[in-house]
């Protein structure tokens, strides 16, 4: 990302030599969207902290590279590689997913499509102005597929910090630790998050989500995200409290409204395990990676 500006002539050819960007943001969640199936993208980790810092660089929660599909081309639409601003590649991200998603559908002009992702192949579907379902697989509940640093009883993990204590251990392509509070209005996450996140109970790290039950069809959530920031919202987080508020038995419903500090989600529990995420999606702008 080498931008060398010799005069006030250049600044059309370098944009004509940039790669082209979509920025995108599901609920204040935001991303840069590289399309890569027809010229490889392979940043390193510099670059990427460089385009997502928003001082330096773009700024975004995550960088998405879309990259042709790798297995079979009539059922899949693409991949797509998540790469968090310290350059770590993650299994998952339910906004992200829902955001290139709506690119896709736009793009080809059909209302389902299939993107393979790290953490698994995700079936998304349009529902209505900018509102996208996706299925985002199965809960995965056992202490191995957190994945967690020893056995035990993933409904009850022992660990702590400061007002917040027994959470629930989840993987929604991501590893999560859920916490239940009475009142979520009276805990400061920040504060918590970054000593709970590198917990050594979590070889991985894990996503620290602290809900509280608004009643039987209502969450109200907050998320801490790896690599370490509190978060406006949090797909994948939201699947985690809805499992593991219906785990615990504090609902009974299986559609629930997560309601987070940028607006709400609804999630579904279906009856085969898996479950399904439905909120917004909105493009921010467009624009050019200088070229190096």
């Known amino acids: 990302m080498k931008v060398n500006v010799g005069n006030r002539h250049d600044l059309a050819g370098i944009l004509n030599q940039g790669r082209p960007f979509v920025k995108m943001h599901g609920l204040r969640n935001d991303f840069i969207i ?16 460089r385009i997502c810092d928003r001082h330096e660089g773009i700024g975004a929660d995550e960088l998405l590279i879309v990259e042709p599909a790798r297995f079979k081309t009539d059922e899949y639409y693409a991949f797509v590689r998540i790469v968090n601003p310290d350059g770590r590649e993650v299994e998952a991200c339910g906004n992200a997913t829902r955001c290139v998603a709506w690119l896709f559908m736009q793009e080809s002009g059909m209302n389902q499509v299939t993107i393979e992702t790290m953490g698994g192949a995700l079936t998304c579907q349009g529902r209505g102005q900018k509102q996208i379902n996706v299925n985002m697989g199965s809960l995965r509940t056992r202490w191995h597929d957190i994945p967690l640093a020893r056995e ?8 702590s910090a400061g007002p917040l204590r027994d959470p629930v251990g989840m993987n929604v392509g991501n590893p999560h630790a859920v916490f239940f509070v009475d009142d979520l209005s009276t805990v400061d996450l920040r504060q918590w998050g970054q000593t709970l996140q590198k917990h050594s109970l979590f070889p991985e790290e894990a996503n620290i989500g602290v809900a509280q039950v608004l009643d039987d069809t209502t969450l109200a959530l907050s998320v801490w995200e790896r690599p370490g920031s509190l978060t406006t919202a949090c797909g994948t987080g939201a699947c985690a409290a809805v499992g593991a508020a219906y785990r615990r038995g504090l609902v009974t419903e299986k559609r629930i409204k997560v309601k987070m500090p940028a607006g709400p989600v609804d999630i579904e529990l279906l009856d085969d395990g898996t479950v399904e995420m439905t909120g917004p ?12």
């Open 34 to 49: 590289v399309d890569a199936r027809h010229a490889a993208y392979r940043p390193g980790v510099q670059e990427v902290e």
């Open 152 to 159: 035990m009883d993933t409904l009850h993990l022992n660990i």
């Open 281 to 292: 999606v909105e493009v921010c702008y467009t624009g050019f990676l200088p070229a190096d």
